[in-house]
Protein backbone atom coordinates (compact mmCIF):
# COMPACT_ATOMS: atom_id res chain seq x y z
CA UNK A 1 0.00 0.00 0.00
CA UNK A 2 2.94 2.35 0.94
CA UNK A 3 4.73 1.67 -2.66
CA UNK A 4 1.19 2.35 -4.66
CA UNK A 5 1.01 5.98 -2.48
CA UNK A 6 4.41 6.50 -3.48
CA UNK A 7 3.87 5.82 -6.75
CA UNK A 8 1.04 7.59 -6.88
CA UNK A 9 2.53 11.07 -5.64
CA UNK A 10 5.44 10.54 -7.81
CA UNK A 11 3.16 10.14 -11.12
CA UNK A 12 0.88 13.27 -10.21
CA UNK A 13 3.82 15.32 -8.99
CA UNK A 14 5.00 14.32 -12.59
CA UNK A 15 1.79 15.17 -14.31
CA UNK A 16 1.86 18.81 -12.26
CA UNK A 17 5.79 19.42 -13.74
CA UNK A 18 4.66 18.66 -16.96
CA UNK A 19 1.29 20.65 -17.22
CA UNK A 20 3.15 23.75 -15.69
CA UNK A 21 5.80 23.54 -18.94
CA UNK A 22 2.87 22.85 -21.44
CA UNK A 23 1.29 26.25 -19.70
CA UNK A 24 4.49 28.07 -19.63
CA UNK A 25 5.22 26.88 -23.61
CA UNK A 26 1.48 29.04 -24.00
CA UNK A 27 2.47 32.09 -22.45
CA UNK A 28 6.28 32.99 -24.74
CA UNK A 29 6.94 36.57 -24.35
CA UNK A 30 7.33 37.76 -27.49
CA UNK A 31 8.96 40.94 -26.23
CA UNK A 32 12.49 39.03 -24.95
CA UNK A 33 13.46 38.13 -28.54
CA UNK A 34 17.39 38.91 -28.45
CA UNK A 35 19.13 40.64 -31.46
CA UNK A 36 20.34 38.26 -33.22
CA UNK A 37 23.86 37.27 -33.12
CA UNK A 38 24.96 36.33 -36.73
CA UNK A 39 26.32 39.01 -39.08
CA UNK A 40 24.37 41.35 -40.53
CA UNK A 41 24.00 40.71 -44.53
CA UNK A 42 24.20 44.53 -45.30
CA UNK A 43 24.47 47.66 -43.00
CA UNK A 44 20.78 48.57 -41.62
CA UNK A 45 19.40 45.31 -42.17
CA UNK A 46 16.77 44.14 -39.98
CA UNK A 47 14.29 41.42 -39.12
CA UNK A 48 10.31 41.09 -38.47
CA UNK A 49 8.33 38.28 -37.57
CA UNK A 50 6.67 36.70 -40.84
CA UNK A 51 3.79 34.54 -41.27
CA UNK A 52 1.16 34.21 -44.32
CA UNK A 53 -2.53 33.80 -42.92
CA UNK A 54 -1.88 32.50 -39.55
CA UNK A 55 -4.48 31.84 -37.49
CA UNK A 56 -3.39 34.32 -34.97
CA UNK A 57 -0.61 36.63 -33.76
CA UNK A 58 0.37 33.65 -31.68
CA UNK A 59 0.77 31.11 -34.51
CA UNK A 60 2.26 33.88 -36.25
CA UNK A 61 5.09 34.80 -33.84
CA UNK A 62 5.63 31.69 -32.64
CA UNK A 63 6.41 30.06 -36.07
CA UNK A 64 7.36 32.83 -38.05
CA UNK A 65 11.05 32.36 -40.07
CA UNK A 66 14.30 33.75 -38.71
CA UNK A 67 15.59 35.84 -41.97
CA UNK A 68 16.90 38.91 -42.88
CA UNK A 69 14.97 41.42 -44.75
CA UNK A 70 15.99 41.80 -48.41
CA UNK A 71 17.89 44.90 -49.14
CA UNK A 72 14.81 47.05 -51.07
CA UNK A 73 12.82 46.59 -47.74
CA UNK A 74 12.55 49.33 -44.65
CA UNK A 75 9.75 48.26 -42.52
CA UNK A 76 7.55 45.50 -41.42
CA UNK A 77 4.17 45.42 -41.87
CA UNK A 78 1.11 43.84 -40.13
CA UNK A 79 -2.23 42.63 -41.66
CA UNK A 80 -4.91 41.73 -39.22
CA UNK A 81 -8.19 40.45 -40.35
CA UNK A 82 -10.86 39.50 -37.77
CA UNK A 83 -14.44 39.00 -36.88
CA UNK A 84 -16.73 42.06 -35.69
CA UNK A 85 -16.37 40.40 -31.89
CA UNK A 86 -12.14 40.34 -32.29
CA UNK A 87 -11.31 37.07 -33.04
CA UNK A 88 -8.48 36.72 -35.56
CA UNK A 89 -9.05 34.78 -38.56
CA UNK A 90 -5.71 35.62 -40.48
CA UNK A 91 -2.54 37.40 -39.68
CA UNK A 92 -0.08 37.86 -42.36
CA UNK A 93 3.38 39.53 -41.24
CA UNK A 94 6.47 40.76 -43.55
CA UNK A 95 9.26 42.43 -44.52
CA UNK A 96 7.92 45.94 -46.96
CA UNK A 97 8.34 48.64 -48.69
CA UNK A 98 7.25 52.46 -47.92
CA UNK A 99 5.05 52.34 -50.65
CA UNK A 100 3.37 49.15 -49.32
CA UNK A 101 3.17 50.98 -45.59
CA UNK A 102 0.96 53.49 -47.59
CA UNK A 103 -2.74 51.17 -46.64
CA UNK A 104 -1.98 51.34 -43.12
CA UNK A 105 -5.36 51.90 -41.04
CA UNK A 106 -8.21 50.00 -40.93
CA UNK A 107 -11.63 48.89 -43.29
CA UNK A 108 -14.38 47.37 -42.44
CA UNK A 109 -15.19 45.15 -45.74
CA UNK A 110 -19.71 44.83 -45.15
CA UNK A 111 -19.87 42.23 -47.73
CA UNK A 112 -18.11 39.51 -45.09
CA UNK A 113 -18.53 41.87 -41.77
CA UNK A 114 -14.66 41.09 -40.99
CA UNK A 115 -12.17 44.15 -40.42
CA UNK A 116 -8.87 44.45 -41.47
CA UNK A 117 -6.31 46.50 -40.07
CA UNK A 118 -3.17 47.14 -41.25
CA UNK A 119 0.30 48.81 -39.26
CA UNK A 120 4.00 49.39 -40.13
CA UNK A 121 7.09 49.58 -37.86
CA UNK A 122 10.64 50.29 -38.33
CA UNK A 123 13.10 48.08 -36.37
CA UNK A 124 14.58 45.08 -35.21
CA UNK A 125 11.43 42.26 -34.60
CA UNK A 126 8.92 45.42 -34.08
CA UNK A 127 6.04 43.75 -35.49
CA UNK A 128 5.00 41.57 -32.47
CA UNK A 129 1.71 43.05 -31.41
CA UNK A 130 -1.10 43.08 -34.36
CA UNK A 131 -3.43 46.12 -35.22
CA UNK A 132 -6.96 46.06 -33.76
CA UNK A 133 -8.02 49.46 -34.13
CA UNK A 134 -7.14 52.71 -35.89
CA UNK A 135 -5.40 53.92 -32.17
CA UNK A 136 -2.84 51.33 -33.37
CA UNK A 137 -2.90 50.56 -37.18
CA UNK A 138 -0.53 52.93 -37.82
CA UNK A 139 2.58 53.91 -39.45
CA UNK A 140 5.77 53.84 -36.66
CA UNK A 141 8.71 54.81 -37.60
CA UNK A 142 12.08 55.25 -35.42
CA UNK A 143 13.58 58.19 -37.39
CA UNK A 144 12.46 61.39 -38.21
CA UNK A 145 14.42 61.90 -40.82
CA UNK A 146 17.93 60.85 -42.65
CA UNK A 147 20.63 63.52 -43.36
CA UNK A 148 22.57 63.14 -46.56
CA UNK A 149 25.50 61.96 -45.36
CA UNK A 150 23.92 58.78 -43.87
CA UNK A 151 23.72 59.21 -40.35
CA UNK A 152 20.39 59.32 -38.54
CA UNK A 153 18.45 61.81 -36.36
CA UNK A 154 15.89 60.91 -33.89
CA UNK A 155 13.02 62.08 -32.88
CA UNK A 156 13.46 64.05 -29.21
CA UNK A 157 10.76 62.42 -27.86
CA UNK A 158 10.06 64.34 -24.26
CA UNK A 159 10.10 67.88 -26.84
CA UNK A 160 7.46 66.33 -28.71
CA UNK A 161 5.11 65.50 -26.07
CA UNK A 162 6.00 68.57 -24.09
CA UNK A 163 4.65 70.21 -28.00
CA UNK A 164 1.40 68.12 -28.11
CA UNK A 165 0.14 68.89 -24.16
CA UNK A 166 0.57 72.67 -25.74
CA UNK A 167 -1.16 72.38 -28.64
CA UNK A 168 -4.38 69.99 -26.99
CA UNK A 169 -4.44 72.60 -23.61
Excluded at 81 to 99: I, P
Aim: positive net charge; hydrophobic residues 40%.
Amino acid sequence: MLLFCHTLAVAFLQIFVLSANWTLAKNINFYNVRPPLDPTPFPNSFKCFTCDDAVDNYNCNRWAEDKWCPKNTQYCLTVHLFTSYGKSTSVTKKCATRDECHFVGCRHHRDTGYTECVSCCEGMICNVEIPTNHTNAVFAVMHAWRMSHGSRRTVNVPLLASVLAVVLL
